[in-house]
T-cell receptor, first 113, second 114 residues
Framework: DAMVIQNPRYQVTQFGKPVTLSCSQTLNHNVMYWYQQKSSQAPKLLFHYYDKDFNNEADTPDNFQSRRPNTSFCFLDIRSPGLGDAAMYLC????????????FGPGTRLLVL | LAKTTQPISMDSYEGQEVNITCSHNNIATNDYITWYQQFPSQGPRFIIQGYKTKVTNEVASLFIPADRKSSTLSLPRVSLSDTAVYYCLVGDTTPETSYDKVIFGPGTSLSVIP
């Protein structure tokens, strides 16, 4: 089945140790998004790609970076994770056409020790 | 940005119809209204989308009045498995881009009681 895949489902890292979260899609969608969702809060958009065009949300910390080497894959890099970065990280895709819905992956839960 | 307001939480008994209303007073002319469902430890899942009047699919109905300043998600005969957070979103189409990004509001946590 076509889908959005996130690996791993759970990631543990140490304070200040760089970590990379992965997302892949078989939907061949143009747009890929990264969201951060903390406990009992709504998902918060960090950034998104339209093809190779990167769009950063104004309030996304510099500590968060992203790479999209090809259509299928997108990575979230956290350069120096702090305790406050512990959250669920959600990847989503959409076609990029007007008002098209987003398809979400299952998320990666990040724990920072 | 079109901001949305929803009740924080709702309780319902199994078998009842549940209506969740969302306010979006500054919705733009081109914006659609989309509802997502999210279970714990899962990504949000699309439920329904509409622009005006009424939309119905196999899961839910969406009622949108003529002024489009609010919308109501209707879940018929809920079961325990409908316990989830429901998000109302209004499309954020920026002039600089040719695609949408949407901003999640706080969501409504629905608890279905046996």
């Amino acid at each position: 089945d076509a889908m959005v895949i996130q690996n791993p489902r759970y990631q543990v890292t140490q304070f200040g140790k760089p970590v990379t979260l992965s997302c892949s899609q078989t939907l061949n969608h143009n747009v890929m998004y990264w969201y951060q969702q903390k406990s009992s809060q709504a998902p918060k958009l960090l950034f998104h790609y339209y093809d190779k065009d990167f769009n950063n949300e104004a309030d996304t910390p510099d500590n968060f970076q992203s790479r999209r080497p090809n259509t299928s894959f997108c990575f979230l890099d956290i350069r120096s994770p702090g305790l406050g970065d512990a959250a669920m990280y959600l990847c989503a895709t959409s076609t990029g056409l007007e008002q098209e819905t987003q398809y979400f992956g299952p998320g990666t839960r990040l724990l920072v020790l | 940005l079109a901001k949305t307001t929803q009740p924080i939480s709702m309780d319902s008994y199994e078998g009842q119809e549940v209506n969740i209303t969302c306010s979006h007073n500054n919705i733009a002319t081109n914006d659609y209204i989309t509802w997502y469902q999210q279970f714990p430890s899962q990504g949000p899942r699309f439920i329904i989308q509409g622009y005006k009047t009424k939309v119905t699919n196999e899961v839910a109905s969406l009622f949108i009045p003529a002024d489009r300043k609010s919308s109501t998600l209707s879940l018929p005969r809920v079961s325990l498995s409908d316990t989830a957070v429901y998000y109302c979103l209004v499309g954020d189409t920026t002039p600089e881009t040719s695609y949408d990004k949407v901003i999640f509001g706080p969501g409504t946590s629905l608890s279905v009681i046996p």
